[in-house]
């Protein structure tokens, strides 16, 4: 996935995926919280949605869902499970710095890989 990238909008977005076995319960979710809060910009994530097809739960990677990362319970409600893209946007006088520190974040596994 890229590194972070300006857009024509002002948002910097980066994408990456879901690299924690466990996905993003309670503790990863509080330390995206703690890192997004430290910056001077509007930060977004985005993952795809899951519908529900013939009794089982799957992503639709056509039909995203947005949150502010400030919001722990929005974080934890996007249902980050193991292997699931995430698109990190920014916008304001940090939002590069945010961008990359969210993204090598994620890309750490939040701690727990």
Known sequence: MGMASDEADGWVTSETVVNNTLGVHARPSSMVVQTAALYDAEITLSAPRFLFI???????????????????????????????????????PDAREAVEALKELFDSGCGEA
């Open 54 to 92: 013939a009794g089982q739960l799957v992503r639709d990677l056509e039909m995203w869902e947005t949150i502010d990362a400030t919001c722990i319970i929005a974080v934890l409600m996007l249902v980050l499970t193991p292997g699931t893209p995430v698109l990190i946007r920014a916008r304001g």
